[in-house]
């Protein structure tokens, strides 16, 4: 079945940087577009962007758009949200998802301290 170990959540300060990841397991990972979600505290769950197949493309909102690059690497099964200029409004916890699988990781924290 589909696994995924997440990783790289925590604390920074306005201003700084963040990368999380997501590493996949129980799937041919290169197949599937991939997407980033965050939900902050009150909030709905919102997309952050999302990435195709073989990362050549990548789409994101304009809530990170300039500031987030999506990136993933097929050989190790991992994808990866890497998140500048981070500021309060970023505080959520985020979310991998395989898109056509409707699958979700469990989700990281972030919390940018002002």
């Known amino acids: 079945q589909v696994q995924v170990v997440e990783s790289g959540g925590g604390v920074v300060e306005s201003g700084g940087s963040l990368t999380v990841s997501c590493t996949f397991s129980g799937f041919v990972f290169k197949d599937y577009a991939m997407s980033w979600y965050r939900q902050a505290p009150g909030k709905e769950r919102e997309l952050v962007g999302t990435?195709?197949?073989?990362?050549?493309?990548?789409r994101y909102e304009d809530s990170v758009k300039g500031r987030a690059t999506i990136s993933r690497d097929n050989a190790r099964s991992t994808l990866y949200l890497q998140m500048n200029h981070l500021t309060t409004e970023d505080t959520a916890v985020y979310y991998c998802?395989?898109?056509?699988?409707?699958?979700w990781g469990k989700g990281t924290q972030v919390v940018v301290s002002s």
């Open positions: 998802r395989v898109r056509a699988m409707d699958y």
């Open positions: 990435i195709s197949t073989t990362g050549a493309m990548t």
